[in-house]
């Protein structure tokens, strides 16, 4: 059974900085592509940024490019996303997603599992 649960949620301020992080389990497929959404109040859900399973960010939002950066943990299933210059637009539910299968899919419904989601809160 795939699991994910992501960690990090926290309230900060504008300019902050706060990492979340994406641990994995009950995952078999060798390197694969996982990436982070969000889901602000009153806002469709976002695709923040992906990575592939040779460890490539292949896509990351413009309104996050420059600031937040993904780290993967080669050995483990476990994806970091590191947000740096907050902003109070960046406030939202943070989700992991996993791709069990080749590729890395655009849309959260072609990933394969999904985490719990985490509060991140920017004032």
């Known amino acids: 059974h795939v699991q994910l649960v992501e960690s990090g949620r926290g309230s900060v301020q504008a300019e902050g900085s706060l990492r979340l992080s994406c641990v994995g389990s009950g995952i078999t497929y060798r390197g694969p592509c996982m990436g982070w959404f969000r889901q602000a109040p009153g806002k469709e859900r976002e695709r923040v940024a992906t990575m592939d399973g040779y460890g490539q960010t292949v896509y990351t939002a413009p309104s996050v490019k420059g600031r937040f950066t993904l780290v993967k943990d080669k050995d483990k299933n476990v994806l970091y996303l590191q947000m740096n210059s907050l902003k109070v637009e960046d406030t939202a539910i943070y989700y992991c997603?996993?791709?069990?299968?080749?590729?890395?899919?655009?849309?959260?419904?072609?990933?394969?599992?999904w985490g719990q989601g985490t509060q991140v809160t920017v004032s």
């Open positions: 997603a996993v791709r069990l299968n080749s590729g890395c899919p655009v849309r959260w419904a072609d990933f394969t599992a």
